[in-house]
């Protein structure tokens, strides 16, 4: 008999959507609108590869993939599912999921996933059984998201070092503590140290600890951060402002597990995973001389970028609702709620302090607002537009103000090699959202070639990935 790639879905139209696509492929599939169902046919029938919904009537999709890295683990299964976030991402992985794809997909993502996964039959997957613990603190739907809950997820078995890059606000700290929560080190200590907070001067002893005596002020010996996250893991925010000199020590602790106190002559072993986190362009720093090309490349190990609030929009109503009812219950009082015009008005600010400043702005709506429903004109008065939107507030003014501010400051690049980019990503981004992630609609809506809009999206690939 012909082996096939097995569909299961309880959605009559994604069924329908997948056999199409992968009929096209020359991929022959077997449907099926429910994981047991498929279940009865083992072991007489064996597929290719699997591609499974988890939330379906009677056992779930994680079932069906437990069921077969158990007796099948040379069957790739590829997770799909419509209700993502960083639990779901991480239990497939841990499971032995080939991959986990977020819907809506865009079908030739999924055509090639598969096709990689019939590919890789004869390669043994990783198989994880750990149970993990809930962590219902990072949000999403946003494919800018469902990336980073990807990566948490293939890290969940391994300590290596991560480097945790966005800007102020946007939740590196959370993504932090999710590693440390769905990894192999979650029973131990997680110790967070903001870089920035630190005097500089304090900032040696703060890491290692220090001697008694060992410089004015020190009337006692101190454990420093290393030695309470030892077995565990040490979370390093704002790693691009560390001095030179602390730079140096933290090289030879990871290059060697070993320190000294400030002061001290005793060496002292330690058993750290690290994980760093900056806002900041650490290979520009590293050109200007300012960070270790070294030390850069030793925390450098594996990288993820944590999206802004900007680039995941259709996130802010889920975030506000979240707020809104941890605030509810922590005062015990009733529940503030958006209208959904009060929504769509929050989705299109700048956000230039992202989730924190969404945070913060629930906390003054329960607290100021009088209605329980709240609307647009419930909002505080800076964050309220004049209606009519004057040419002042057009987006071409808007530009022209950018543009104006730009030129002000001493710039490197030309500045449409700055501006061309950014157009270009906003424009895409905005495509994609309309067509729920269907490439070839978006490069239509935008007058583009599939094959233009691809390389764009690599240009902007390539882009977060060297830190512009």
């Not at 078995?157 to 440390?180: M, Q, W, Y």
């Not at 730009?406 to 449409?416: A, I, Q, R």
């Not at 935008?446 to 977060?464: A, D, M, P, V, Y």
Request: negative net charge.
């Amino acid at each position: 008999m012909k082996k096939t790639v097995w569909v299961i879905d309880d959605d009559d139209s994604i069924r329908w959507v997948l056999d199409k696509a992968l009929g096209q492929a020359g991929i022959p599939i077997k449907a099926f609108d429910s994981a047991d169902e498929a279940m009865h046919l083992f072991p007489n029938e064996l597929p290719l590869t699997v591609l499974s919904d988890i939330r379906m009537p009677g056992s779930s999709g994680l079932d069906f993939l437990q069921k077969i890295q158990t007796e099948f683990p040379q069957i790739p299964v590829i997770i799909m599912t419509a209700h993502s976030d960083l639990d779901s991402a991480v239990n497939s992985f841990e499971l032995g999921a080939y991959e986990y794809l977020a819907k809506p997909f865009d079908i030739d993502e999924v055509v090639n996933v598969v096709q990689r996964a019939i590919n890789s039959r004869s390669e043994s997957d990783p198989q994880i059984t750990n149970q993990i613990t809930p962590s219902g603190e990072i949000l999403g739907s946003a494919p800018a998201m469902q990336e980073v809950f990807k990566a948490i997820g293939r890290l969940s078995s391994s300590s290596f070092t991560v480097l945790i890059n966005g800007e102020s606000g946007s939740g590196k700290e959370l993504v932090a503590r999710a590693l440390h929560t769905h990894g192999p080190r979650k029973n131990e200590v997680f110790v967070a140290l903001n870089v920035a907070a630190i005097p500089r001067e304090l900032i040696e002893s703060e890491l290692f600890g220090h001697e008694k005596g060992s410089f004015t002020g020190a009337t006692s010996a101190r454990v420093g951060r290393f030695e309470q996250a030892n077995r565990g893991t040490l979370f390093l925010d704002e790693i691009g402002d560390m001095p030179i000199s602390a730079q140096t020590r933290l090289l030879r602790v990871i290059a060697d597990n070993s320190f000294y106190r400030v002061g001290g002559r005793e060496s002292l072993k330690t058993n750290v995973r690290i994980l760093a986190a900056t806002h900041q362009d650490l290979e520009l720093l590293v050109r200007q001389g300012k960070f270790r090309e070294d030390l850069f490349h030793r925390l450098n190990v594996i990288r993820i970028n944590v999206p802004s609030l900007s680039e995941r929009r259709e996130d802010i109503p889920l975030l506000a609702a979240h707020f809104l009812k941890k605030l509810a219950e922590e005062s015990q009082e009733e529940r503030k709620i958006l209208e959904k015009s009060t929504e769509d008005y929050l989705c299109n600010l700048p956000w230039p302090g992202n989730v924190r400043q969404l945070e913060n702005l629930c906390q003054w709506l329960h607290v100021m607002s009088s209605s329980t429903n709240i609307l647009v004109e419930d909002l505080p008065k800076d964050l309220i537009k004049t209606v009519g939107n004057s040419q002042g507030d057009s987006w071409e003014s808007n530009l022209s103000l950018w543009a104006n501010e730009m030129l002000e400051k001493t710039n490197s690049k030309p500045l449409l090699d700055i501006a061309m980019p950014k157009f270009e990503k906003v424009i895409i981004e905005a495509a994609l959202r309309k067509t729920k992630g269907r490439k070839k609609d978006a490069a239509q809506l935008l007058g583009w070639g599939r094959n233009t809009l691809t390389r764009k999206l690599q240009e902007i690939s390539l882009s977060k990935d060297n830190g512009e």
